[in-house]
C-alpha cells in the first residue's frame, strides 16, 4: 500500500468506533497528531492553503490505522506537484443489481479506448460495486487538461454503448445506466487507494488486478484473509505503473 500513498495528499475516512457505527471523512490532520506525521501544506483554489497528511512509511500507517482510518482516499497528483496530475482514472458507478459480466466488459473497453490514445491501462476492483481503470500520466499537463482528456475519454466509451453507459451527473438521468465517473480528476478530488479496506460488511479491500484475473474478479470479492493469502503469492499488478507514464495532452490530440 506505501508506494501507492507516498508523497500523495490524504482524506482518512475514520471508523474509530467500528465500521458498524457512524464515521467521518478527515482531510486535515488532527492537532492531536504527533510531530512524526508528515504534514504538508497544499494551495487551495481561490486562495490561501491546506494542511494534508502525507504517509511515508509503515510507521505512520500503523498510527493512522490505529486512529481508525480504515480508508485511505488519495489524490491524482503529489504535494509537490499538485496542479500537475500523474494519474487518471475512470470509475465506473453501477446501479444496483448490474451483472458483474457487464462491469467486466466495460472496464474493457475503457482499457482498449486508453490504448488507442497511447495510454497503458490498470485496473483495480475497488471494494465496492465497480471497478476503477486508471492509466499513469507524466506529470507534464495540468489538471484542466488531465479533467478535459477524462470527460471526453469517457464520452467516447458512453458514446459507442448509450444503453449501456452514461456520463450524465445526475442521477435521474442515468435510469439503469452504469455512470462513467470523470469527476475524481478534478482538482483535490481523490480515489480510494489501492489495498485500502472500506467501511462496508466485510471490510473487502481495494485489489489491483492484471487485466488476465478480470474475468474471475468481483469488485467486493477480496476479504482481508483473502488479500492476505493472494499477497503471499502475488506481486502488486501495480508495482511497476510509473514506468507507463504517458503525455495527456498527446492523448487528448489523439482524441481530439
Same mark, same amino acid.
Given at each position: 500500500?506505501?508506494?501507492?500513498?507516498?508523497?500523495?495528499?490524504?482524506?482518512?475516512?475514520?471508523?474509530?468506533?467500528?465500521?458498524?457505527?457512524?464515521?467521518?471523512?478527515?482531510?486535515?490532520?488532527?492537532?492531536?497528531?504527533?510531530?512524526?506525521?508528515? %504534514? @504538508?501544506? /497544499?494551495?487551495?483554489?481561490?486562495?490561501?492553503?491546506? =494542511?494534508? &497528511?502525507?504517509?511515508? +512509511?509503515?510507521?505512520? !500507517?500503523?498510527?493512522?490505522?490505529?486512529?481508525?482510518?480504515?480508508?485511505?482516499?488519495?489524490?491524482?497528483?503529489?504535494?509537490?506537484?499538485?496542479?500537475?496530475?500523474?494519474?487518471?482514472?475512470?470509475?465506473?458507478?453501477?446501479?444496483?443489481?448490474?451483472?458483474?459480466?457487464?462491469?467486466?466488459?466495460?472496464?474493457?473497453?475503457?482499457?482498449?479506448?486508453?490504448?488507442?490514445?497511447?495510454?497503458?491501462?490498470?485496473?483495480?476492483?475497488?471494494?465496492?460495486?465497480?471497478?476503477?481503470?486508471?492509466?499513469?500520466?507524466?506529470?507534464?499537463?495540468? %489538471? @484542466?487538461? /488531465?479533467?478535459?482528456?477524462?470527460?471526453?475519454?469517457? =464520452?467516447? &466509451?458512453?458514446?459507442? +454503448?448509450?444503453?449501456? !453507459?452514461?456520463?450524465?451527473?445526475?442521477?435521474?438521468?442515468?435510469?439503469?445506466?452504469?455512470?462513467?465517473?470523470?469527476?475524481?480528476?478534478?482538482?483535490?478530488?481523490?480515489?480510494?487507494?489501492?489495498?485500502?479496506?472500506?467501511?462496508?460488511?466485510?471490510?473487502?479491500?481495494?485489489?489491483?488486478?492484471?487485466?488476465?484475473?478480470?474475468?474471475?474478479?468481483?469488485?467486493?470479492?477480496?476479504?482481508?484473509?483473502?488479500?492476505?493469502?493472494?499477497?503471499?503469492?502475488?506481486?502488486?499488478?501495480?508495482?511497476?505503473?510509473?514506468?507507463?507514464?504517458?503525455?495527456?495532452?498527446?492523448?487528448?490530440?489523439?482524441?481530439?
Amino acid at each position: 500500500m506505501l508506494p501507492h500513498l507516498r508523497g500523495r495528499p490524504l482524506t482518512l475516512r475514520r471508523f474509530p468506533d467500528g465500521i458498524g457505527r457512524p464515521g467521518w471523512f478527515q482531510k486535515h490532520p488532527g492537532e492531536h497528531f504527533p510531530d512524526s506525521i508528515r %504534514t @504538508e501544506r /497544499v494551495p487551495r483554489r481561490g486562495g490561501g492553503t491546506d =494542511d494534508y &497528511v502525507v504517509c511515508e +512509511d509503515a510507521e505512520t !500507517l500503523a498510527y493512522l490505522a490505529n486512529q481508525g482510518t480504515l480508508e485511505f482516499h488519495v489524490w491524482l497528483s503529489t504535494v509537490d506537484a499538485p496542479e500537475r496530475p500523474d494519474r487518471l482514472v475512470l470509475d465506473l458507478d453501477p446501479p444496483e443489481g448490474t451483472p458483474v459480466a457487464e462491469l467486466r466488459a466495460v472496464a474493457r473497453c475503457i482499457r482498449d479506448q486508453y490504448e488507442r490514445v497511447g495510454l497503458t491501462a490498470f485496473v483495480q476492483a475497488t471494494g465496492g460495486r465497480g471497478f476503477h481503470v486508471l492509466a499513469p500520466l507524466d506529470a507534464k499537463s495540468d %489538471t @484542466e487538461t /488531465v479533467l478535459e482528456l477524462s470527460r471526453a475519454l469517457a =464520452d467516447r &466509451v458512453a458514446d459507442a +454503448d448509450p444503453g449501456r !453507459l452514461t456520463t450524465a451527473q445526475r442521477k435521474d438521468k442515468r435510469g439503469d445506466r452504469i455512470f462513467l465517473d470523470a469527476n475524481r480528476n478534478g482538482y483535490a478530488q481523490t480515489f480510494v487507494a489501492p489495498y485500502s479496506l472500506r467501511a462496508r460488511p466485510g471490510a473487502a479491500a481495494v485489489t489491483p488486478l492484471d487485466w488476465r484475473e478480470l474475468g474471475g474478479a468481483d469488485p467486493a470479492g477480496w476479504a482481508p484473509t483473502k488479500e492476505k493469502r493472494r499477497l503471499a503469492r502475488k506481486e502488486d499488478p501495480w508495482r511497476n505503473l510509473n514506468q507507463h507514464a504517458a503525455s495527456a495532452e498527446a492523448a487528448l490530440k489523439q482524441l481530439t
